[in-house]
């Protein structure tokens, strides 16, 4: 079996990979969180662009779709978890003492990295996430935990050390809950069936216009809401 590994798609997840592993230094080295969040946001890009360019090249592969998780994990499993991390040690606690406990319970923001994993092999052997998700997307989950060190360093937003644990074990149970999240794959630009991407689309717009970059932790759990909303309403239907 003869396996071609340098192909479009896959230098572009190659980039994404790279992306997300200097963000992790440049947190971790540097901590700076706004570079740091730059670069998950460029491995976003490439993300979405490597399966564009798979389907217009017709270049397509097994090692390509093994190669995606391997790199969305490094990305948007590692990557937010280390934001997060720095994050922790820079938040006052509410209550948590300081000392080793506080020292230890910081490790636990990686669960993030865990689930990432966890969500991303459960995706590789699920045939009902073509159309819509099983779970918070990874990259979603990411941009959220990265957007919060982001304006914690742009717009001084503070938060006790307990809340950025629970922001880390609340993302990483979304994703892997059952809750069905709609895809933005558009089934072509008219408007029947993709009613509920163009209202989304619009309200990002809006809020991103008004709150600038404090939009988009509020677009992302706003994206989770609606979400969970669609998945009851169509439970409900369905009994």
């Known amino acids: 079996m003869k396996i071609?590994?340098?192909?479009?798609?896959?230098?572009?997840?190659?980039?994404?990979?790279?992306?997300?592993?200097?963000?992790v230094v440049v947190a971790l080295t540097r901590g700076a969180l706004s570079g740091a969040f730059a670069f998950m946001a460029a491995a976003a890009a490439f993300d979405f662009f490597d399966g564009f360019a798979a389907r217009l090249l017709r270049q397509s592969s097994p090692i390509g779709g093994e190669?995606?998780?391997?790199?969305?994990?490094?990305?948007?499993g590692l990557l937010p978890s280390v934001i997060l991390y720095v994050l922790y040690g820079r938040m006052p606690a509410l209550w948590m003492p300081a000392g080793t406990g506080a020292e230890i319970a910081a490790?636990?923001?990686?669960?993030?990295?865990?689930?990432?994993?966890?969500?991303?092999?459960?995706?590789?052997?699920d045939d009902t996430q073509h159309t819509e998700f099983c779970g918070l997307p990874s990259p979603a989950a990411a941009l959220l935990c990265g957007s919060l060190g982001l304006l914690a360093e742009c717009n001084g937003l503070t938060m006790p050390r307990e809340a950025v644990l629970l922001v880390a074990v609340l993302v990483a149970a979304l994703?892997?809950?059952?809750?069905?999240?709609?895809?933005?794959?558009?089934?072509?630009?008219?408007?029947?069936?993709?009613?509920?991407?163009?209202?989304?689309?619009?309200?990002?717009v809006v809020l991103l216009a008004t709150l600038q970059v404090r939009a988009i932790p509020v677009v992302l759990v706003a994206y989770v809401a609606i979400s969970t909303l669609r998945w009851w309403i169509l439970r409900k239907t369905d009994e």
């Not at 190669?67 to 990305?75: M, T, V």
């Open 4 to 23: 071609k590994l340098f192909t479009v798609p896959n230098l572009l997840t190659s980039m994404n990979l790279l992306c997300g592993a200097v963000g």
């Open 67 to 76: 190669l995606d998780s391997l790199a969305d994990d490094i990305s948007f």
């Open 107 to 125: 490790f636990g923001v990686f669960v993030v990295a865990v689930f990432a994993a966890l969500r991303l092999a459960k995706f590789n052997i």
């Open 175 to 204: 994703m892997i809950s059952p809750i069905r999240m709609f895809s933005l794959k558009f089934e072509g630009f008219g408007w029947k069936g993709n009613e509920l991407r163009y209202a989304f689309l619009l309200l990002c």
